[in-house]
């Protein structure tokens, strides 16, 4: 029956993320004991005032479709997170709201790529992007780096990477997969070479800002010369563990956000009314609202760090965001671990799932074959449990 689905369709990669997940899933099923650090899907509840609003919400009677690009008052809430948070003024008709910054990434990818335009894509690289700049018809262009850099793309790169078909550089700060966070100077380095080409485009993924351990987050669109051609994508997934909710956001040039609230107009309409007014209530409370959670991530990052540096062969740098560590463990291919020949990342990920029972995501996934993610977005104890396993069958 695959004759009969598009190209498209039988071209797309699975998420690798979800697929393992699951995998996981699968054998739980079956009685196994599985520790899933495999998602990337903080464990905490939602914060009390966040379900109040939405049982408003209902009690309001907000169950009529809402507008394309979002209620008034939610892209009011965004325009003053923008610019309380990360000094940026967008009006609202530079802001569009979707189901999940998944889907703002690919309303921008749909409305900014023709065929054989190139994105580069610094690697890793969140899973979807390549896929969805594929589904655009756009040419993923990987950019690879290494835990010698942390994980993180230099200007020297960058420019050599530039084409005559370049229209996009497309990234995370903090980084999924590695929990790399630029710094200012990072960005400006970027940009100076970005004004040399004044006909790219920057897709800035700012999903984990406030999951931050280094002391301020910084939006590339806040460098000179870059807010007119930086779409800065967010939403409340992360910081506010409000994954369910699917609520997602763009600030960007004008005529971008009406070219998504174009095609977004043809494709889901308008976001779930009540997230949408939960999603209000979230972003008008102050960040010491979350940040118990964020010096719970800051504590277990710590933690997995110390177990993983105690298990000979993982190669550790220090990600100071996100809540996942990017272990190089390639120092493990091309051995035989308990009968298993590891032959590469992949193979390593399976192998920990069968022999210690811990879900992982091989770093093949985001664009690097020497490493794997692992999510610390799980309890203490289920962390401590999943390291001393995985040193175990290792």
Known sequence: MKNHLSDRINSMST???LAMAAKARELKNEGKDIIGLSLGEPDFNIPDFIKEAAKEAIDQ???SYSPVDGYADLKQAIANKFKRDNGLTYGLNQIVVSTGAKQSLANIAMVMLNDGDEVILPAPYWVSYSDIVKLAQGVPVEVPTSIDTDFKMTPEQLEKAITPKTKMMWFSSPCNPSGSVYSKEELEGLAEVLKKHPNIFIVSDEIYEHINFRGGHVSIAN???????TITVNGVSKAFAMTGWRIGYIGGPEWVARACNKFQGQITSGANAIAQRATI??????????QFMIDEFHKRRDLVLELLGEIKGF???VPE?????FPDISSFFGKTINGTLINNASDFALYLLEKANVATVTGEAFGNDNCIRISYAASEKELRE???RIKAVL
């Open 15 to 17: 998420s690798a993320t």
């Open 61 to 63: 009677n907000y169950s």
């Open 223 to 229: 460098i000179e010369g870059m807010y007119d051609r």
């Open 281 to 290: 209530a979230a972003l008008n409370a102050p960040i010491s609202s979350i």
């Open 315 to 317: 190669n550790l740098n």
């Open 321 to 325: 965001g996100a809540f996942y560590v």
């Open 386 to 388: 999943a390291m001393a």
